[in-house]
């Protein structure tokens, strides 16, 4: 299942640089993870600083 973002996003970016397939982008809020595209890797959860990120 693919990953997702949770309100606790602080718009920092830092699980968009460690994305290997460009998953991610920048929403309207917080960062987005476009399902489709997951790998599912978990690379996006160890590097947020504010662990808001979780399997879907």
């Known amino acids: 299942m693919a990953y997702v973002i949770n309100d606790g996003c602080v718009g920092c970016g830092a699980c968009a640089s460690e994305c290997p397939v460009s998953a991610i982008s920048e929403g309207e809020d917080k960062y987005v993870i476009d399902a ?21």
């Not at 489709?36 to 879907?56: F, N």
């Open 36 to 56: 489709d595209a997951c790998l599912e890797c978990g690379a996006c959860a160890a590097a947020c600083p504010t662990e808001s990120i979780s399997e879907g």
